[in-house]
């Protein structure tokens, strides 16, 4: 347990920097992560639909239309990295609808609680959490998902992290983190929860920080192609860009239209400073 507890404090701890600091593209880093974080619990739940099907829904739904069970999943990430961390009762139980959890008021109150708790405990932040993820399935079995958002949330809190990075449930899926003859996974209150837990968050920041230095490399890219841009509207486009995981060709952004904003988005692609994410020839997705 020394060993995965030393290595999940020095990936949290390298980490702690690129949180803190809030880096001009730091927007679009924790979108992405959200995004991969929705995939994982899709997996978690029984469900096959992958990150560019989540852009989809995310992107080319109406307004107003429903974005069906995997979009409500990721809007409940989008929620934790969208504020300060927030596990009230209404936070949580916004985040329960995501997940297709029906809870009621009291479960709300306790989930909460125990949140807070985990948030005042003297105990190292993975021991707090490998608790609060333990007591969360108790109140309620189907809520593993339910209880890793919240493990991000109180991290956060924790580490002083003005909004949440999520991290833990995509590690949690890796095939290396699993454990015996059988190869099961790892899952709160199971055996070796504590340390699996561990070891996820090791990973996952590790992945977290690498996905950072990619991203300020783009960044850095984009914002220098920035001058070299002549349509009305383009500097609204580079702060969505730095802000968002992707964005469809026919956004609403800084009054451009959308053929001009199609123009925008090639002629960045040509710069090499974006990338069209969906592969398709129309209904494009452009993105870092």
């Known amino acids: 347990m020394v060993d995965a507890a030393f290595l999940a404090g020095a990936s949290l701890a390298a980490l702690d920097a690129i949180a803190r600091e809030n880096p001009p593209w730091s927007g679009v880093w924790r979108q992405r992560l959200a995004l991969q974080a929705a995939a994982a619990s899709l997996r978690l739940i029984g469900r096959r639909e992958d990150q560019n099907q989540l852009r989809d829904v995310q992107l080319l739904r109406r307004p107003g239309d429903d974005p069906g069970p995997a979009g409500r999943v990721l809007l409940a990430w989008r929620q934790l990295v969208a504020r300060s961390p927030d596990f009230s009762p209404d936070a949580i139980a916004r985040a ?34 490998a608790e609060l993820t333990e007591r969360v399935v108790r109140v309620r079995p189907d809520a593993e998902v339910l209880a890793l958002w919240l493990a991000d949330a109180v991290l956060a809190q924790k580490l002083k992290w003005p909004v949440p990075v999520p991290l833990v449930t995509s590690a949690i899926l890796d095939p290396n983190a699993r454990r015996g003859a059988a190869g099961k996974r790892p899952r709160p209150g199971g055996e070796g929860w504590q340390q699996a837990l561990a070891l996820a968050y090791a990973q996952a920041a590790a992945g977290a920080i690498d996905l950072a230095g990619e991203l300020a490399r783009r960044a ?69």
């Open 96 to 129: 329960a609808a995501g997940f297709g959890l029906v809870l009621n008021a009291a479960e709300f109150a306790a989930l909460a609680d125990r949140a807070i708790e985990a948030t005042r405990s003297d105990r190292t932040a993975i021991v707090a959490l």
């Open 220 to 288: 850095e890219v984009l914002q220098a192609a920035a001058p070299k841009l002549r349509a009305k509207g383009s500097g609204a486009v580079i702060v969505a860009l730095l802000s968002e995981d992707a964005l469809a060709s026919s956004a609403n952004i800084g009054g451009i239209s959308d053929r001009g904003l199609r123009r925008l988005f090639d002629r960045l692609v040509a710069l090499g400073a974006l990338r069209e994410l969906s592969g398709r020839p129309t209904f494009r997705i452009y993105g870092l």
